[in-house]
């Protein structure tokens, strides 16, 4: 875009020059001079300034041309300076086109020429964009006609001055119309663009515009300065030496005032750049810090999210496999009292000299084992029936003593430490005691070579605390042997897990020490590395209740009591035929007279029609289970002794039926009768 002050200056030129050519076409002296002393513009220096001035309005490549025939005239005159030591060509061409005699055409001279030349040049590198180079141009071009019209300006009141312009070589002929011409395109092809080059930074609205635009304001002090002194010369006022002085010093203080200006300014933009730098950095590091803060905070928020994860779903698969292993051992239990039960009839039938009495006891020694086994599943399951009461834990664990000598060899230490004098943890001694037994074995199996195997119990309350708040009792079982993997240890639990060979583990025994302190409210933790032994916390909780009455839960095996006298009807109540016909068989075997239900309707009918003098119940059975049996029962016979013979005991349920007896399935014919005896003597 072309700026509207180029244009301007760009048509004054052409005003002159046309003032020229008419003054050429008319044989007008004045026109052709400008003024009646002074020299004439030539024909060239019209043709070439009008052709650079052209350029200013027509399009790009007619601009272009424009330019190189400006050039063309210049190089023209410089030819025949060359040639003729001045411009020949002008007065001719004037002769020849106008029929002016030739005294009164003007000649370009060599200033005048460059001049144009410059101007040219400048104008098309300006339209081949290369505003630099262009704007160099123009400023020479401008210093050589500024110097010229300077010089008419000094020296039109001085009868000298003019001469002494035109005497310098260079300008001898450059006329006043033509310096201020060449001076106008000069101008006109640095603001040409206003958003290039030195137009764009004269413009500019920043601190450099402005330092620009005062800096050159201040260029315009010289030259006035300059012409006030001159004047005051000749008007006799000043001498020369003085006037000189006093134009360097006024030139110079604004100078140096124009200069500490700008440097200030520098330094207070550099200043500014330097805080705002140190600002951004600032502003850098602290997100940086920030992003760290944040990634950091995810991380430890996903570990701990995949950590309770992992724990989640291990405590939901080992409450499936609970659930499993509780209802296998439930069905396996009815099974096994059901055989046991017969074999028990079938050994009372054969004398102790039969040849099959060997077989029959044999089977019931593998009915035992197999009791055993469905008492650790049942553990596990946390649903067998606990012979939960306060203990004390010190106690415990040294009663516990005894089964750990006979467990390890000579080889290993034991050392027992008992830290928890007075604290009082609730659970069934008996399984605990298996538990210690169970982890003893394992340490035994983890020592081949020997080692040291060392209990410890410590109570974590205070004195002053009160126990049964809060806390938890713990024994401490360690050992010095081969210790776990963690992939191992992922999975210790797990019933059936075993890492030995077949025959040696069972898988079940951490299996049945995760359920019995589960069931306490406790719970399990396992340290060990391999080859670092394994250290086995039981965490159990502490309560404020001390030891009651004696047990109401008989366990199986306790020894024969023979029933005196056989009182009345027993009634029978099972829904499996099995466990039901051998439960009646011992009784019956042992005297009594049953009557058998097989299930909880039709044992209260029965009941209403005999009025037993004791019913035995099973817990689970289709319909009304034990527990609402025996409730509808006490309804019509509140006194009626109750046994409850449960393999898969809900404990809480039982527990609101009073002063009833619960037998663990299975259960051998002595215990069954030593309870009923024990029921009917209490009644
Ligand atoms: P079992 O002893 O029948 O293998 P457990 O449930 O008692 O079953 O133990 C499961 C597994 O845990 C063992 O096979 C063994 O690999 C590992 N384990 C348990 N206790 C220890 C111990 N004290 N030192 C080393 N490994 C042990
Ligand atoms: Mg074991």
Known sequence: MMTRSAQVLAALTLLVVSAVFIGYVTHSALLITFAPSLQGMSLLTALGIGCAALAFFVQRRAALVAGWAALLAAIAALASHAAFGRDVISPNLAHAVFGLPPGQSGRTSIATAIAIALVGLAQNQRLLRRHLLADMLASAALLLSGTALLGYAYGIRDPHGVRDLYALFLFNTMAVHTAAALFALGLATVFAQADHGWARMIASSRTGGAATRHQLAFTLLPPVVGGALLEAMHSGRLGTAVAMALLVMITIAPLIALILHDGKTLDTLDLERELSDRLKQQTADSLTARLAEQAA????????????????????????????????????????????????????????????????????????????????????????????RPVELDAVVQDARGLLDHAFGPTVAIDIELLAPGAWIRADADQLHLAILNLALNARDAMPAGGTFSILTLDNTSPRHDPGDAGFAMIRVSDSGVGMTPEVIERAIDPFFTTKERGRGTGLGLAQVYGVVKQCGGDLRIRSAPGGGTTIDLLLPLTAERATAGPRTLEPGAPPVLATSRPGPLLVIDDDDHVRIALAEMFRSAGYDVTEAENGADGLRVLDEIKPVLAVIDFIMPGLNGVQVARLARLKQPSLPIIFVSGYADTLALD???????????????????AVDNALRAA
């Open 297 to 388: 905070a995810l991380n430890h928020e996903s570990a701990e999210r995949a950590k309770a994860e992992s724990a989640m779903y291990g405590a939901q698969r080992l409450e499936a496999v609970g659930q499993l292993t509780g209802g296998i051992a439930h069905d396996f239990n009815n099974l096994l009292m059901a055989v046991s039960g017969n074999l028990h009839l079938a050994r009372s039938r054969l004398g102790a000299e039969h040849p099959a009495r060997t077989y029959v006891d044999n089977a019931v020694v593998a009915t035992q084992r197999g009791t055993k086994l469905t008492a650790q599943l049942l553990a596990f399951s946390r649903t067998q029936r606990l012979d939960m």
């Open 656 to 674: 609101e039926i009073g002063n009833a007896i619960i037998l663990r399935k299975p259960v051998g014919p002595e215990a069954l009768l030593n």
